[in-house]
């Protein structure tokens, strides 16, 4: 099992960016898949990026464009770039980590979009 704490939510104008982080407890060099979801008010929880242990990525089309995931296995920190923000944009975001057989999930980050 692994610890994951989010950053990074806020308060944004539509069109403008966000940068969130997600820290690990301990080591992710050897996580094989990590990622984030989002949940906005009234809906389910849904895919936004993930990024494998190689650096391969995978992007809902909802972020194709304006997304990038990235992960730096030196600081065990997870990230999303977020770019062109849409206050569809608006909802909780939930990092992840498949730690074979479980997932870890952290609590989440808040962002809104919002003039």
């Known amino acids: 099992q692994v610890q994951l704490v989010e950053s990074g939510g806020g308060l944004v104008q539509p069109g403008g960016s966000l940068k969130l982080s997600c820290v690990a407890s301990?080591?992710?060099?050897?996580?094989?898949?990590m990622g984030w979801h989002r949940q906005a008010p009234g809906k389910e929880r849904e895919l936004v990026a993930t990024?494998?242990?190689?650096?391969?990525?995978n992007y809902a089309d909802s972020a194709k464009g304006r997304f990038t995931i990235s992960r730096d296995n030196t600081k065990n920190t997870l990230y999303l770039q977020m770019n062109s923000l849409k206050p569809d944009d608006t909802a909780v975001y939930y990092c992840?980590?498949?730690?074979?057989?479980?997932?870890?999930w952290g609590k989440g980050t808040l962002v809104t979009v919002s003039s």
């Open positions: 990024i494998g242990i190689g650096g391969r990525t």
């Open positions: 992840y980590a498949i730690v074979y057989p479980a997932t870890s």
């Open positions: 301990r080591s992710i060099s050897g996580i094989s898949t």
